[in-house]
């Protein structure tokens, strides 16, 4: 249900990995009929697909460092430039100061909102690792707190899960530290704009979207 005109607006959401943006994401996109761009499921689907773009990526996104400004760039302007009007959700970027920057040029004239999804490190540690996947349709569980019917089951198709490649102890540890180093002054560059939320990202995922829901509406009215 499309309560208000969300047309023109760019929403990023902020956070750690493992923080739930995705599963946040896809549901505010639906209910507020946004575009949602996963810059992290638009590079794996490039790998997935064994493209040239996916073949440059593979190593460094399996390494839990980040895939090059320039890539991403070229990505996130063609997305945007492809909304026709409609609004969109960023779920993974920008990731450092200089992609903030970019986005300020490249949104030409699209109005931002900004909302960072705050969770504590232990909370997203036991996320990432019990963190699965269907290869099939998509479904995303989490074995401690989201788990499926049937172990390693996915409920609604029943393929064998998957975990992420870049969801193993050592990259977990590398993604957190690249957070922590360099995505970290992302959120202090919004930090205190008016256009900027931050909202507690630890709990249930639904107590979660309803702050997150609250948070949004907030700053389109
Ligand atoms: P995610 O699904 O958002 O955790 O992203 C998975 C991986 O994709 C990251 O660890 C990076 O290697 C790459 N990636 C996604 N978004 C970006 C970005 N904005 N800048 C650089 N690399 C990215």
Do not use: W
């Amino acid at each position: 249900m499309q309560e208000r005109n969300t047309a023109g607006y760019v929403v990023v959401l902020l956070g750690p990995p493992g923080g739930g943006k995705g599963t946040q994401a896809v549901r505010l996109a639906k209910e507020l009929g946004l575009e949602h761009f996963s810059t992290g499921e638009i590079l794996r689907e490039e790998v997935r697909q064994g493209s040239e773009l996916g073949r440059q990526v593979k190593a460094v996104m399996e390494s839990g460092a980040l895939v090059s400004d320039e890539i991403l760039g070229r990505i996130v302007r063609e997305r945007l430039s492809s909304l026709d009007g409609k609004g969109c959700i960023l779920d993974g970027y920008p990731r450092n100061l200089a992609q903030a920057e970019f986005l300020e040029e490249a949104r030409n004239g699209l109005r931002l909102i900004v909302v960072n999804l705050a969770v504590p490190e232990e909370a997203i540690v036991k996320r990432l690792s019990g963190r699965r996947f269907c290869p099939r349709c998509g479904t995303v569980y989490n074995i401690y707190f989201s788990p499926p019917k049937v172990d390693e089951i996915c409920d609604q198709c029943g393929t064998e899960l998957q975990r992420r490649e870049d969801d193993r102890e050592e990259v977990i540890r590398e993604r957190l530290r690249v957070y922590r180093e360099v995505t970290q002054p992302v959120v202090d560059y919004y930090a205190g704009r008016p256009e900027f939320r931050e909202i507690d990202g630890d709990g249930a995922p639904e107590v979660v979207y309803q702050r997150l829901l609250a948070a949004v509406k907030s700053l389109m009215e």
